[in-house]
């Protein structure tokens, strides 16, 4: 349905094309537009000219007639056509009649909105008055900028249109989202907007309920689960601008072993200089670009506050790119991923106060071993679906391991202590790649691309990974929490020598170690990001100790905030379960340290790591 081009009715009057899951989108006359995502035996309807709130309610619905009042006898042909069809596949219809209270006058400098006064009414059968008080029961839990809705139940209008042979519920709903010049308040209308489709779906669910002598559907499911194609789109729109540049790559120093020769050759007086690559990309005209993608043409609030969240992310990266090395770089980093809160960093200073790194006896690996590692795991992976194409490369300009997108990249100068190996490819292949490509097998590229904010929760799942594996070993969460306590001190305005020395003096790190983590803390100009991998951890820890699962994390890169958003998604049909579930979680000595989780204080049991 999202490819498929509407056609005029007005030129084929006495045929409605339905797809053969009972998808159909028309228009007919001069302005009129039928929508139905799917066989539903419901249908919004709104007559009107403008952007009122029933209009906005009724086209980011599953299922919609809007048309002007001069296209009258047409919708109402239209609408006997679509309703003869629908009780055809169900046996009963619902019209929902959207109309929009005429706008309260509010003065500027009035404190409160309008009432909010939702008006429900309904036809006389069981299954309408079902619906109008499940409506009128959603209603009163709208609340909007702080003023929550009264519901009030009256008598049924004449309808715009006529149609026989159907249940009606009328609604109308109050334009206080009207400023007192006439225009609108952006976000209040998407509130309201969002609350009453929440609203009307309640009544849908109880209508069909009651209609089909059955349990009611989850009202979530009768939302759209097809994409139009002005959403994919805009969504395609966004990942190629988010793929136009490597963000990571773009901040990171190419130059790492260079300066840390040069700052233990200077005594650890002086600051190193790194250097950065080229930038591959102009960012304001980026976000030119960014910003001509017009996401008001969607019909899916849902999807359109998503994207926008994106959207928003991607401006704050390229504002840190057009900033890199400048004094403006560090608070741009924090608006993105924000300060220290006191809470971690007291956890940072406990952790660095009483777990004791050990040097390990243990083997190394060099780039071409773990490189191999890397490949045979990913061939597990792909043994399971060729969709996992991971690209492994050894690279001379990178630190570590780092992944980006579907590459995972090995610093050719690599040397990995045999005991941290399966541990680094659980966080980098089995959390960080795997969400790459489930996140590609979902119908959205943003769910690879990652959604607003999946930062935090994908590291804190990475270093979970580590701790699965019983690879998170003291010196990795002594160095974990040594991130935090840099940043912390970059952040309030410390100095690189300062940290560096801090690292050392005041929290016993090896030069090298003090180097490393104050290098991460200070590239580009100041980079806030690496105090998430400890906070995330903890909050992931807390959250499975809470018995809540991990599985809604695994389908793409989303955050925790996301949550509802996903079972909204799932519930609709537009994300599927991953195609992908991380091979540790199936060992038997990572489901018993999961499995203890719910026992005793986990941190005190961090504190004693061995």
Not at 520 to 549: M, P
Request: aromatic share 8%.
């Amino acid at each position: 349905m999202s490819g498929r081009p509407s056609r005029n009715v007005a030129n084929d009057p006495g045929e409605l094309r339905f797809g053969p899951h009972g998808e159909l989108r028309e228009t007919f006359a001069t302005g009129g537009r039928i929508h139905i995502d799917r066989w539903l035996p419901f249908l919004l309807l709104h007559r009107g000219d403008g952007e009122t709130i029933g209009r906005r309610v009724a086209v980011n619905s599953a299922a919609y007639l809007v048309w002007p009042p001069e296209d009258d006898d047409e919708a109402a042909s239209a609408l006997q056509l679509v309703v003869d069809r629908l009780r055809q596949e169900f046996g009963f219809v619902l019209l929902v009649e959207l109309t929009d209270t005429p706008a309260q006058p509010k003065r500027e400098d009035s404190p409160t909105l309008p009432a909010l006064e939702i008006d429900i009414s309904a036809s006389d059968g069981k299954a309408a008055q079902a619906a109008a008080e499940a409506m009128a029961k959603a209603a009163h839990n709208v609340e909007v900028d702080s003023h929550r809705a009264e519901a009030r139940l009256c008598a049924l209008p004449r309808p715009a249109i006529y149609a026989s042979g159907v249940e009606r519920l009328a609604v109308a709903v109050p334009q206080i989202h009207r400023t007192p010049d006439g225009g609108v308040y952006p976000q209040l209308t998407h509130e309201l907007v969002a609350q009453m489709i929440d609203c009307i779906l309640c009544a849908a669910a109880a209508f069909i309920g009651q209609s089909s002598n059955a349990p009611p559907p989850h009202s979530r499911s009768l939302g759209r689960s097809a994409f139009i194609a002005a959403a994919l789109n805009a969504d395609k729109k966004l990942d190629a601008l988010a793929r136009s540049y490597d963000f990571l790559l773009s901040i990171s120093p190419i130059n790492t072993a260079e300066a840390r020769q040069f700052f233990f050759d200077g005594g650890e007086q002086q600051a190193p200089e790194f250097r950065y690559r080229p930038l591959t990309v102009d960012p304001d005209s980026v976000k030119r670009d960014l910003y001509a993608i017009d996401l008001s043409l969607l019909e899916d609030l849902l999807l359109e506050s998503l994207l926008c969240q994106k959207r928003r992310e991607i401006d704050m990266q390229l504002t840190m790119l057009a900033t890199r090395n400048t004094a403006s770089f560090r608070p741009a980093s924090m608006l993105l991923y924000g300060a220290v809160t006191d809470e971690l960093l007291a956890y940072a200073r406990t952790i660095l106060g009483k777990v004791k790194g050990k040097r390990t006896s243990a083997g190394r690996h060099d780039a071409a071993q773990v490189a191999a590692a890397a490949r045979e795991l990913v061939g597990r992976y792909r043994s399971i679906d060729e969709r996992f194409q991971a690209r492994i490369e050894v690279r001379d300009d990178v630190s570590g391991l780092l992944v980006s997108g579907d590459r995972l990249m090995i610093s050719s100068d690599s040397s990995i202590s045999a005991n941290r190996l399966d541990p680094l490819l659980a966080h980098e292949v089995s959390v960080h790649l795997l969400t790459y490509f489930n996140g590609a097998a979902q119908g959205l590229t943003i769910f690879r691309t990652g959604l607003a904010g999946y930062e935090g929760v994908q590291e804190g799942l990475g270093v979970f990974a580590e701790w699965a594996v019983g690879g998170l070993t003291p010196a990795r969460l002594r160095l974990l929490a040594g991130r935090v306590v840099a940043v912390d001190a970059m952040i309030r305005g410390a100095s690189f020598v300062d940290v560096y020395r801090s690292l050392c003096a005041d929290y016993g790190f090896g030069r090298n170690g003090a180097f490393d983590i104050t290098a991460r803390v200070f590239r580009s100009g100041g980079l806030a990001k690496d105090a998430i991998y400890l906070e995330g951890f903890l909050a992931v820890t807390d959250r499975v100790a809470s018995g809540a699962s991990l599985d809604p994390f695994w389908l793409g890169k989303i955050a925790p905030e996301h949550l509802e958003a996903v079972e909204e998604l799932l519930q609709r049909g537009l994300l599927h379960p991953p195609v992908f579930v991380p091979e540790f979680l199936a060992r038997e000595d990572a489901k018993m340290r999961i499995a203890s989780l719910g026992g005793e204080d986990f941190f005190d049991r961090l504190l004693e790591l061995e």
